[in-house]
C-alpha cells in the first residue's frame, strides 16, 4: 500500500459546524478508508490554519481519488491536496536506486 500526506482546509461552515458540535473526527474517517481497503495511520489538526494533515495508506490510486472526490463532495473543503510520501527507510532505497541510474543531463555529451 502507499501512504500519502492528506491536506484539508475546512471552509467557514465546517468551522461552524465543529463549533456547533465539537467531535473528535478521527473516528469518522478510519471506517471510511478502510472501506477503500486502506488505513488512517495520524490525524492531525494546525487549528491556527483550519487544516486537517492525514497519513493514511490507501492501496491505489483510484481509492485515493474516491476518496478526495466524496469529501470535496461534502462541501466544507476550501481545498484539498494529496502527496505520496514514504519512510525515511524506504527514501534511502530510492537514493540508492537513483544513484544507480545512468542519467545524462541534457546538453552534457557522453
Known amino acids: 500500500m502507499r501512504l500519502y500526506l492528506i491536506k484539508e482546509q475546512y471552509n467557514t461552515e465546517a468551522a461552524k ?26 490525524f492531525y489538526i494546525a487549528y491556527n490554519e483550519d487544516v486537517v494533515y492525514l497519513i493514511v495508506k490507501l492501496p491505489n490510486e483510484e481509492s485515493l481519488a ?17 502527496t505520496p510520501v514514504m519512510t525515511a527507510t524506504d527514501a534511502v532505497k530510492v537514493f540508492k536506486k537513483a544513484r544507480s541510474i545512468k542519467y545524462r543531463p541534457p546538453g552534457e555529451q557522453t
Open 17 to 42: 459546524g465543529i463549533l456547533s458540535s465539537p467531535e473528535d473526527r478521527t473516528e469518522a474517517v478510519r471506517p471510511i478508508l478502510e472501506s477503500l481497503g486502506g488505513k488512517l495511520c495520524h
Open 66 to 82: 474516491a476518496l478526495l472526490m466524496a469529501i470535496k463532495a461534502g462541501g466544507t473543503i476550501n481545498s484539498i491536496s494529496a
